[in-house]
């Protein structure tokens, strides 16, 4: 290749890399996110942090623990967001960057729909992404209803019961607005 056309190729790439941060920062995702995602210098992405949110990215790293996703009602909601975002991949190859904005973009539809609260954060489903693509998560069936939810990798899927169809004794209890409310 040519000096300049290694010159345009680098500069396209680069683009693409900003079109694609800013995506995210759009999305509300924090800087782990962007610079697992991005190629881009942190330097850079704080700059293009300020300049798309107008305001510092907050500090701090993200929980490191599986617990989250596996208590009562974030489950719940991580389970409809991971389906979401497998079914979006079966058949077709899909860059995971939109595959994961996509996935999300329809996991608050579904729940500003049916009037609850999303409990879930742009970074906390891609790290639930993380989880699951380093085996510490998968999805169980629930031998209830046959719907799939985020498990840990070794529950047993002949007992398991899902949070919807075993609800913990404290479930619906909660009078918070947009929680999730059993009948
Ligand atoms: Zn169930």
Not at 70 to 96: P, R
Request: net charge positive; glycine share 6%; aromatic share 10%.
């Amino acid at each position: 290749m040519t000096t300049a056309a290694t010159a345009t190729k680098s500069v396209l790439n680069e683009s693409r890399q900003i079109e694609r941060a800013a995506m995210l920062i759009r999305m509300g995702a924090r800087m782990q996110v962007l610079e697992s995602e991005t190629t881009l210098s942190y330097e850079r992405l704080i700059r293009l942090y300020k300049e798309i949110a107008g305001k510092s990215p907050s500090k701090g790293q993200l929980p490191f623990s599986t617990d989250w996703f596996l208590t009562w009602q974030e489950n719940i909601h991580s389970s409809l967001f991971l389906n979401i975002y497998e079914y979006l991949a079966k058949g077709v190859s899909i860059d995971s960057v939109e595959q994961l904005t996509k996935a999300y973009r329809l996991y608050t539809e579904q729940i500003e729909a049916a009037g609850l609260e999303a409990l879930l954060s742009f970074t906390r489903a891609w790290r639930l992404v993380k989880f699951v693509d380093a085996n510490m998560l998968t999805r169980t069936k629930c031998s209830e209803c046959g719907g799939l939810f985020v498990t840990e990798p070794y529950e047993n899927a002949r007992h398991y019961q899902c949070g919807l169809c075993n609800p913990p004794a404290r479930a619906g209890k909660s009078k918070s607005a947009g929680a999730l409310q059993l009948h």
